[in-house]
């Protein structure tokens, strides 16, 4: 006895249903998926921009630190000033070290990298000709952070 014409109408409800929820849900992971990847790519692109603001900020805190210690105000004439002063230096120019290593590599990073290294000892970067090209790495640094 055959009586599947009978309960047919029946089961094609509930297929068509079953096809319409497996399509809605089809159609919600590929969404998902697509919202998943932009906010990825969208994080990925906010950390790097905020890695480079930081770096910006250490750089700054290290030219004004190192002006400090060059062109100590008059009333720092105690005999810790100069000993701290220098020490709140290394501290700030070993901040910005450690702000590049915590950044993807790219071009201007090796760069900073490079012009630190040779520049490490105290004697070369309180010296007048490290500022310039200091000076521009940090504004590069700035104009990333945008």
């Known amino acids: 006895m055959n009586c599947f014409h009978l309960i047919w109408p029946y089961l094609k409800e509930a297929l068509d249903a079953t096809y319409v929820s497996i399509e809605i849900a089809v159609v919600g992971a590929i969404i998902a998926w697509l919202q998943l990847s932009y906010a990825k790519s969208h994080d990925k692109a906010l950390d790097i921009r905020n890695s480079w603001g930081k770096i910006h900020e250490t750089m700054v805190e290290f030219r004004f630190r190192r002006e400090r210690l060059n062109n100590p105000p008059p009333w720092a004439n105690e005999p810790d000033a100069v000993a701290l002063a220098a020490t709140l230096a290394a501290l700030a120019l070993n901040n910005i070290r450690g702000q590049l290593d915590r950044t993807p590599d790219s ?21 007048n000709d490290f500022t310039g090209p200091f000076d521009k790495f940090a504004h590069e640094a700035a104009l990333k952070a945008r």
Request: no cysteine; net charge negative.
């Open 107 to 127: 071009p201007l990073v090796t760069e900073i990298t490079d012009f630190l290294e040779d520049n490490l000892t105290a004697a070369k970067w309180r010296a």
